[in-house]
């Protein structure tokens, strides 16, 4: 089975850092894009950045460059989104998603992570 | 970059009744245009990609279509699992994407 598998929530406080990660599984990891989506409580989607694992080619949407940092590790087939400072506005759930590729579903997220809720507050 | 305004943002509708969601683009886009279904508490679940190709396992009630700046969602006979939130998503450009703010389609 192809799934997308997150870490647990966390609870943090404003300027603590912070990783999260996202386990894929029945895939070939490192060809497919994997990206980042945050919905803030009661809100919509906004995707934040996307890394392909095979070579660490990375893409942040200009509203979380520098914010946020995404990275990879294939060994493990693992995808990690990082905080170096947290604030309380970046209290939100955050899925991690496989593109699937142009010739599968023309770009689109086909799999996503069942997400992990991350609560900054002091 | 492109921005996507989905309309209504909220509809209440009947079991049975034919539901038509609209997202439109701030400017030309290609068809690299998708549609999700998110439930309370769930993760979103991709239905429709490039404008118009049913994602496999999904029921043929939903059907999508349009191209240029406007794009549609229909679910033909509303069951009461459709009972949802959805967003239309764009390609923006090579390895960059935006959401619409969302349609949440409540029970009347």
């Known amino acids: 089975e192809v799934q997308l598998v997150q870490s647990g929530a966390e609870v943090k406080k404003p300027g603590e850092s912070l990783k999260i990660s996202c386990k894929g599984s029945?895939?070939?990891?490192?060809?497919?894009?994997i990206g980042w989506v945050r919905q803030m409580p009661g809100k919509g989607l906004e995707w934040m950045g996307i890394?392909?694992?095979?070579?660490?080619?990375?893409r942040y949407s200009p509203s979380f460059q520098g914010q946020v940092t995404i990275s990879a590790d294939k060994s493990i087939s693992t995808a990690y989104l990082q905080w170096s400072s947290l604030k309380a506005s970046d209290t939100a759930m955050y899925y991690c998603v496989r593109e699937c590729g142009g010739s599968s579903c023309a770009f689109a997220f086909d799999i996503w992570g069942q997400g992990t809720m991350v609560t900054v507050s002091s | 970059d492109i921005q996507l305004t989905q309309s209504p943002s909220f509809l209440s509708a009947s079991v049975g009744d034919r539901v038509t969601i609209t997202c439109r683009a701030s400017?030309?886009?290609?068809?690299?245009l998708a549609w999700y279904q998110q439930k309370p508490g769930k993760a979103p679940k991709l239905l429709i990609y490039a404008a118009s190709t049913l994602q496999s396992g999904v029921p043929s009630r939903f059907s999508g279509s349009g191209s240029g700046t406007e794009f549609t969602l229909t679910i033909s006979s509303l069951q009461p699992e459709d009972f949802a939130t959805y967003y239309c998503q764009q390609l923006n450009s090579y390895v960059t994407w935006t959401f619409g703010q969302g349609t949440k389609v409540e029970i009347k």
């Open positions: 890394i392909y694992p095979g070579d660490s080619d990375t």
């Open positions: 029945g895939y070939s990891f490192t060809s497919y894009w």
């Open positions: 400017q030309g886009i290609s068809s690299y």
